[in-house]
């Protein structure tokens, strides 16, 4: 990228000398080519390599000539010694001619290799600054619609896609300092009103993407190219930039694949600066070139070709150029000489060998033209093979109108390939030559004698992209004409016409249908949700602020729907489910919506559904109870019959100032408050349900001062072991007493908790205060705590729960944390690494609600558990129900070979009791014994000093009352009676 650019003689001129252009080349554009070598300059075989190789042939021959001439008359040898003398001359002519030929060749490859990758690399490079200049637009359209709400690094998690050359989006204020950053989400003030990035945009009252110089950037340290569009404020104005860096070091690494032997690889501003070269060379980025004469030619078209010597290493390369369209970008390719000409010198090598080895084996026996024979052959059908093996149809067409090459795709695009003679008198009807007398005339004639229907404009057929059509002097067309033709049968097919310099003419036909669908799909899939087909939330908002700036006499209704039991669905059948389940609702949504309706998915299990209000149903209110009723009635999805539900939340217009994002704002609290009441809810906005909201906050609020004062108790149930029905443990539960609203049960307080984020310090406040009891019980008794989804994703976890141990003096192995299977639901990586750090700290894991719910026994597999609790629901349904106690005795076993201890909950009644202890459980807890009680009523009885199964001192049996129902009255009795 660094080399200094030079003209064909070497002295840093550049000539005027006409060169035959690319297929990309536009009319009249002036490219430079190497002067023509003059002869004897030493480019081609050596003549004294060639006279005594010659020598030593000739030499060889001779002396088995003059053994024949012994044996035979010198008449007969005669006629056949001319013939080899003949072809000799004729084979070494050949073997001149051919490496004269290659060389010129390897010459031609070297440019129209260059070129080629020239284009690639500007198609790449248009990707790259187009991602990035995506990226910008996202970053400012949601800096737009958020307002000061909008976080940089929420945005940055949101994306699913990493870019490597991007080291960091950042946003800039409107006086210059730094706002943010995704390479520091707390980066340090920085002023930037002095870079050219941020003065650029400042200064402009147009709004274009603009790329700078490399720098090195103040908040990452690094030589960055940076691209900034500017931050429109509210009222229009001028309101900061938004900035993407691209890494020069890493952006020339992508330019790097020809690797450091074999060329180069350069970007360049349109001023002459360095932006990247591969293979990276010191002092090569930010250089300027533009005071290079041959900058000044490379300004003047948009593509070409010329021959440069390296400043560094004195390297001649061949090098092409090309403008990125749309960008203020350079793209330069270049091939070292040696690589351009290596195989013409492998090649010299190689037939000088074959000329010596075909030359001797002529003398010796005069059959070497054979095998050169079979070798033509085997090589036209290695050509031929290529040719009808390609997915691309290509004509060729010389100027007397002949066809002399084509191949089968090319039949069958334009339907010929089951033609009778079609290569001999269908060509010449189907491509007249009407192009010859105007070289512009070719896509009407086109147009006129194919099937079907000519794309684009005028008819049909335009220059290429990036080139300027027309002809240059002496009527010879130097632009590939480009059009597309859509079959009969739908297909797209792209037509390029390249004129050759003998007059002829190169058709390509490429079926191009799948690329016009793809580009349909994208612009498609920026507006609407992948899943269901429907709007997403970007389409949304643009029509729902139209429709509001509109105005009209009937107000905007928008109606908030979210799926009831949808979460239940996708986390027992599967995420595929519940994606049918998705495309389903938007079905039934699409039929019961109504005319002028418009239907979107906001995300997850969210839809809305944007119409104006009519005079039969003002409100929405029966619409949206219609929507209900659909969505209620059971869906077959493969085997499964599913049956959900849906709470709908409606928002007026007028109601929300005539405001898009009031309106959603009234319609998520409309939604919140009929989940609230029930599923299957329909609620309308109005002012009282802010008062709710309100009235949550205050909960909230009281919540989080009564978690700081340490006004959360924590009741203890036990857990009994059913041989001996003693106290082996006791589980910790949080209870809350408002000093207002009394007791509020768990239920409510533990979900705002995690809501809000104070589940963490409820968490640890309970965790604290159960360690500490337990550390007063006998050294078998454990305390088992519960711990949230949320606490688990906390990295902090298991260094908060051994400082409570330590300072509690309670022994690791006492305490049970029990887990539910949810915890996997999401982030099971981290989860996974938080509970293998706590079974390192030596507490026990418990999983509890076994079977409710997930993929049970597969957890099993993955969570290292110790126990595991049976749920309730099974429990309790076992006298009844043979099915439950199936699954439980299922449970117990699969625990038992595990090697899992086991508990069973929500033991109420005796037969309860009778019937798990018939099943092996060891651990029981239910308010057959007794209900959750405060620290102070645990006492010393509960641990008496007796033998397994021996009635408590100063019992005896009752009359006709068995031990075990004894054991167990008296059990009950203590746990029922307070302590003191």
């Not at 290596?342 to 190689?350: D, E, L, P, S, T």
């Not at 499964?640 to 994002?661: F, K, Q, T």
């Amino acid at each position: 990228m660094t080399d200094s650019l030079q003209g064909p003689d070497g002295s840093g001129r550049m000539t005027d000398v006409p060169a035959t252009r690319a297929g990309s080349a536009s009319a009249g554009t002036v490219l430079w080519r190497r002067a023509p070598e003059p002869p004897g300059s030493g480019t081609g075989v050596d003549p004294k390599t060639r006279t005594g190789a010659g020598t030593r042939g000739t030499r060889s021959a001779a002396g088995r000539l003059r053994e024949a001439v012994l044996a035979r008359e010198t008449l007969l040898i005669l006629p056949e010694f001319l013939v080899i003398l003949v072809t000799i001359a004729a084979l070494w002519a050949g073997i001149l001619t051919t490496l004269g030929q290659q060389r010129v060749a390897a010459r031609r490859q070297a440019y129209q290799s260059t070129a080629s990758l020239a284009r690639a690399y500007d198609e790449s490079t248009k990707r790259i600054i187009g991602e990035a200049d995506q990226t910008l637009l996202s970053v400012r359209a949601f800096y737009t619609a958020l307002g000061p709400r909008f976080s940089l690094p929420a945005w940055a998690r949101s994306q699913t896609s990493h870019n490597r050359l991007v080291p960091q989006v950042a946003l800039i204020g409107p006086t210059g300092w730094l706002l943010g950053s995704t390479y520091n989400s707390h980066p340090k003030p920085v002023d930037l009103s002095d870079r050219p990035h941020f003065l650029a945009q400042k200064n402009s009252t147009l709004d274009n993407l603009y790329i700078s110089v490399p720098v090195r950037g103040r908040v990452t340290g690094k030589e960055t190219i940076q691209l900034t569009r500017k931050l429109i404020g509210p009222h229009g104005g001028f309101d900061g930039v938004a900035v993407v860096s691209i890494d020069c070091r890493r952006l020339s690494s992508f330019y790097s694949v020809l690797g450091s032997q074999s060329g180069f690889v350069g970007l360049l501003r349109s001023d002459g600066t360095v932006l990247a070269r591969g293979p990276l060379l010191a002092g090569a980025i930010g250089r300027r070139i533009d005071a290079s004469p041959a900058y000044h030619a490379i300004m003047a078209a948009r593509s070409g070709h010329f021959v440069i010597n390296s400043t560094f290493d004195g390297r001649r390369r061949y090098v092409s150029f090309r403008h990125v369209a749309g960008y203020p970008l350079i793209v330069l390719v270049g091939f070292d000489r040696s690589a351009v000409f290596q195989g013409y010198r492998v090649a010299r090598v190689r037939w000088t060998e074959a000329g010596g080895i075909v030359t001797f084996m002529l003398l010796a026996i005069g059959l070497l033209w054979i095998r050169q024979r079979r070798r033509s052959i085997s090589s036209r059908r290695a050509l031929v093979a290529t040719l009808q093996a390609m997915n691309q149809g290509i004509v060729m067409i010389d100027p007397t109108g002949r066809v002399p090459v084509v191949n089968r795709r090319a039949l069958e695009l334009l339907g010929m390939a089951q033609e009778p003679g079609a290569r001999r008198t269908g060509w010449r009807r189907l491509l007249a030559p009407a192009w010859r007398t105007d070289p512009l005339a070719g896509p009407a004639e086109l147009s006129a004698r194919l099937p079907g229907r000519i794309l684009g404009v005028p008819v049909g057929m335009v220059p290429q992209e990036g080139i300027t059509g027309g002809v240059a002097a002496g009527g010879a067309a130097h632009t590939p004409l480009i059009g597309e033709w859509q079959r009969d049968s739908g297909e797209i097919v792209e037509i390029a016409r390249f004129p050759t310099q003998a007059g002829g003419m190169v058709e390509t036909y490429t079926d191009v249908t799948a690329d016009r669908a793809a580009t349909r799909q994208i612009r498609h899939l920026a507006n609407h949700d992948g899943l269901t087909g429907l709007p997403n939330r970007l389409l949304l908002q643009q029509t729902l602020t139209s429709m509001i700036v509109a105005g009209a006499a009937r107000p905007v209704l928008l109606l908030l729907v979210d799926l009831d039991r949808f979460k239940e669905v996708n986390d027992t059948l599967g995420h595929p489910t519940g994606d049918r389940v998705l495309v389903e609702v938007a079905s039934r949504l699409r039929r019961h919506a109504g005319s002028g309706t418009m239907v979107a998915r906001m995300g997850g299990d969210e839809f809305v559904l944007v119409l104006r209000a009519g005079a039969e149903d003002p409100h929405g209110e029966a619409r949206a109870r219609a929507i209900v009723r659909a969505l209620t009635e059971p869906m077959q999805i493969g085997f499964h019959e599913i049956r959900l539900g849906a709470s709908v939340g409606i928002a007026e217009e007028p109601a929300s100032g005539g405001d898009a994002d009031a309106l959603m704002r009234n319609a998520d609290i409309a939604l919140y408050r009929a989940k609230a009441d029930g599923r299957g809810a329909v609620r309308r906005f109005d002012a009282s349900m802010v008062t709710e909201i309100e009235a949550r906050t205050a909960l909230e609020s009281d919540l989080r001062a009564a978690i700081e004062a340490g006004e959360i108790e924590v009741a203890f149930e036990a857990q009994i072991d059913t041989e001996t029905l003693i106290p082996a443990g006791f589980e910790a539960l949080a209870r809350w007493r408002h000093p207002a609203r009394g007791v509020i049960p768990p239920v409510v307080f533990i979900p705002l908790a995690e809501e809000c984020g104070l589940i963490h310090a409820l968490g640890a406040s309970v965790l604290r205060q159960a360690c500490a009891a337990a550390a007063g019980w006998p050294a078998a008794c454990r305390v088992a705590v519960n711990i949230s989804p949320a606490q688990l994703l906390d990295a902090g976890l298991p260094a908060l729960v051994a400082e409570i141990l330590a300072a509690s003096g309670l022994a690791p192995d006492r305490l049970e944390l029990e887990i539910t299977e949810g915890v996997l639901i999401a982030e099971e990586q981290r989860v996974l690494a938080t509970l293998h750090a706590l079974k390192q700290i030596g507490v026990r894991l418990v999983l509890d609600d076994f079977g409710t719910g997930y993929s049970s026994l597969s957890y099993l597999l993955k969570l290292p558990v110790d126990r595991v609790k049976i749920d309730k629901s099974f429990v309790q349904r076992q006298p009844f129900d043979p099915a439950a106690r199936a699954i439980v005795e299922a449970i117990i076993e699969l625990a038992l070979h595990l090697g899992m201890a086991l508990t069973a909950e929500g033991v109420e009644t005796e037969q309860h009791l009778a019937i798990l202890r018939q099943q092996g459980c060891a651990l029981v807890q239910g308010w057959l014994f007794a209900r959750p009680m405060r620290l102070a009523d645990i006492g010393p009885r509960f641990w008496p000093t007796r033998a397994s199964g021996s009635a408590p001192a100063g019992t005896s049996h009752s009359a006709g009352e068995p031990p075990e129902q004894e054991r167990l009255r008296t059990a009950r009795m203590d746990m029922a009676q307070p302590t003191g």
